[in-house]
């Protein structure tokens, strides 16, 4: 389902790429249509083995009363029983520590998450990630979710099977968006947009890291209509031209702008 954006084709005509652009921008930050419109397809186990696990988004923790896993836990804080076996504790909220730095937060039913819940840990913040927080079923993070982010952005997200999957929409905590793409089995996927400092954006198809890393990423001025078209990694400029917005499209109701270089030199 598409989001709510006048498409008209003679207002359009009216308008400069940056409006359009900018109009578009508007309505995904003041709405979450963009979330609640774009329901995810179900995860498959393809998606789930792609990629380099260190790069994803996700809760692989499920039952901590199996085996390797609850030789895993160093502590369990918050347990009346004060013990550490978890299929002891039957409700009420605890945090459960383990020996690699993470830690789990929910209420517990025989070694499983129910209800709301966290992830906190080491491998998360290798990723730029303080926290996940969201509702498990069984132990497993499924529905809507949100990423706390480390630059202290927060990310509305799909969750499926305890990894991210579907539409991704990051704002500032005073309300400004940030980042706007698709996640596929807990990688950061398809084309993006990254807001960056002096009001500007990064735009392009991610790399297989999840980066914007690639021949054709571009730095979108704060006017949307021009940009610096060329090689970035991770986010870095390595060589670029000068470009402009010729016209625009959508994939998974994510606007992609054309660009036309400006000089060729």
């Known amino acids: 389902m598409a989001i709510a ?18 109009q578009w921008l508007t309505k995904i930050q003041k709405s979450l249509d963009f979330i609640y419109n774009n329901k995810p397809e179900e995860l498959s186990v393809e998606q789930v083995l792609s990629g380099d696990a260190k790069y994803k988004i996700f809760d692989p923790y499920s ?3 199996s085996s390797p896993l609850k030789n895993r836990i160093f502590d369990i804080h918050g347990n ?9 504790v039957c409700g009420g909220e605890c945090v459960v520590r383990l020996k690699s730095g993470e830690e789990l937060h929910g209420s ?10 966290s992830l906190y840990g080491p491998r998360l913040e290798k990723v730029g990630v303080k926290h996940l927080t969201g509702y498990y079923d069984d132990g497993v993070l499924n529905g809507q979710g949100k990423i706390y982010m480390a630059n202290s952005t927060i990310r509305d997200a799909w969750f499926s099977d305890g990894y991210c999957h579907g539409p991704c929409r990051g704002m500032t905590m005073d309300g400004r968006l940030d980042y706007v793409g698709w996640f596929k089995g807990g990688l950061a ?8 400092r002096g009001e500007g ?7 297989n890291k999840g980066k914007f890393t690639g021949e054709e990423i571009a730095y979108l001025y704060p006017d949307l209509e021009t940009a ?28 992609v702008p054309k660009f036309e270089l400006t000089s060729e030199k």
């Open 5 to 22: 954006v006048e498409n008209d084709d003679n207002k359009n005509e009216q308008k400069s790429q940056g409006e359009i652009i900018r």
């Open 63 to 65: 039952d901590l009363c």
């Open 80 to 88: 009346r029983n004060k013990s550490n076996d978890l299929s002891k």
């Open 108 to 117: 517990w039913r025989e070694g499983r998450r129910v209800g709301h819940g």
């Open 189 to 196: 996927t398809g084309f993006s947009w990254q807001h960056v």
């Open 201 to 207: 954006w990064l735009v392009g198809c991610l790399d």
């Open 228 to 255: 610096i078209l060329g090689k970035f990694e991770d986010g870095v400029l390595i060589s670029g031209q000068p470009a402009r917005v010729v016209s625009n499209t959508f994939d998974k109701d994510v606007l």
